[in-house]
């Protein structure tokens, strides 16, 4: 048998122990985490282990240990994930609380200015919601985020001027909303 008749009879194996198996260790994984997408990413890394292992000849005990090898391996996965998203949140509380007390517990003082009312703050706001995401992260990253074009564009992996030609076309579609808004009489600009 020539190794690549084996490597795709060894596919095969692998292929059809995993539709055996697959569903079990997915219950098991999403026991384990705390949704179903770390359940899937989960289960995938302990696969790639096994599968590395496996493939560079270090795994001992043959297919008969591969359960119980996964089984272990998802658990310890799941729980490393656990910590990092733990750690993670912690340092997100973190930094949330500072902000509040740099902001003195204003939601998003983007606007906060004696030029900017509250109307006004409230319609830039929800007009940079509202804007595609490449015009809008370009502005908050030039505006707030005191960046060059040349640094946008490095950033958004984009040319420097296709940053700032982004950055032009936000700035329109916000003066837009904000003219619409006057017109309506929805603003008292």
Same mark, same amino acid.
């Given at each position: 048998m020539?190794?690549?008749?084996a490597?795709?009879t060894?596919?095969?194996?692998?292929g059809?122990w995993?539709?055996?198996?697959?569903?079990?260790?997915?219950?098991f994984a999403r026991?384990?985490?705390?949704?179903?997408?770390?359940a899937?990413?989960?289960?995938?890394?302990?696969l790639?282990?096994?599968?590395?292992?496996?493939?560079?000849?270090?795994f001992?005990?043959?297919q008969?240990?591969?359960?119980p090898?996964?089984?272990?391996?998802?658990?310890?996965?799941?729980?490393d994930?656990?910590?990092k998203?733990d750690?993670?949140g912690?340092?997100?509380?973190?930094v949330e609380?500072?902000?509040?007390? !740099?902001? $003195?517990g #204003?939601?998003? &003082?983007?606007?906060d @200015?004696?030029?900017?009312?509250?109307?006004?703050? =409230?319609?830039? !706001?929800q $007009?940079l #919601?509202?804007? &595609?995401e490449?015009f @809008?992260?370009?502005i908050?990253?030039?505006?707030? =985020?005191?960046?060059?074009?040349?640094e946008i564009?490095?950033?958004?992996e984009? @040319?420097q001027n296709?940053?700032a030609s982004r950055?032009r076309?936000g700035?329109?579609?916000?003066?837009?909303?904000?003219?619409?808004?006057?017109n309506?009489?929805n603003?008292?600009l």
């Amino acid at each position: 048998m020539t190794s690549a008749s084996a490597q795709i009879t060894e596919e095969m194996t692998w292929g059809a122990w995993l539709k055996e198996h697959g569903s079990r260790l997915l219950l098991f994984a999403r026991q384990q985490t705390r949704s179903q997408a770390d359940a899937e990413d989960v289960l995938q890394d302990a696969l790639v282990k096994l599968a590395r292992k496996v493939s560079e000849g270090r795994f001992d005990g043959g297919q008969a240990a591969w359960l119980p090898y996964l089984y272990t391996s998802i658990r310890r996965c799941a729980i490393d994930l656990g910590r990092k998203e733990d750690r993670r949140g912690k340092r997100e509380e973190k930094v949330e609380m500072e902000r509040q007390h !740099e902001t $003195g517990g #204003k939601f998003d &003082p983007w606007f906060d @200015s004696d030029a900017a009312t509250e109307e006004t703050r =409230g319609y830039l !706001e929800q $007009g940079l #919601k509202e804007l &595609p995401e490449k015009f @809008s992260e370009v502005i908050v990253m030039k505006v707030w =985020g005191e960046r060059t074009f040349a640094e946008i564009g490095e950033a958004l992996e984009i @040319s420097q001027n296709t940053a700032a030609s982004r950055y032009r076309y936000g700035l329109e579609a916000l003066r837009k909303e904000l003219a619409q808004a006057r017109n309506e009489g929805n603003l008292s600009l």
